[in-house]
């Protein structure tokens, strides 16, 4: 017997899922992968235009590259609070610590979280909500 077959059949599936999601990562399905923004200088405003970034964080990576110098790698980011290893990595194809800053609008951040969003909680039937 041999399993190259059911092998082949478990991966290729498996594969496709993965490439399907690295396609629908905002920075390569929308063409913004050549985007980035500068964190060692880009202002509060610029900063604001990552995903997930307001006006707080922000200013608090302004206020660490203030305190502590430039970023040597786009990595040095998540030493600001608010900033750990999940936004990291939706903030990852936007960052760069050198070269110009080339986004011009802010990028959405919806369905970033995985939440209901927008949807009211069901409802229990009439007659559940009745007693006997």
Known sequence: ???RPIVRALVVPVLGLSLSGIAAHPAVAEGD???TVNINQASAAELQRLPRVG???AQRMVAHRTDHGP???VEDVM???????KMFASLKPYLTVS?????????????????????SPQKKPAEA????
Do not use: C, N, P
């Open 55 to 57: 006006a707080k964080l």
């Open 79 to 85: 030493e600001v609070k608010g900033v750990g290893e």
């Open 71 to 73: 970023f040597k790698r």
């Open 129 to 132: 909500q009745t007693k006997s």
């Open 1 to 3: 017997m041999t399993l």
């Open 33 to 35: 992968a050549q985007k």
């Open 99 to 119: 070269g110009q800053t080339t986004l011009a609008a802010k990028v959405s951040s919806a369905g970033s979280r995985g939440g209901r969003r927008g949807k």
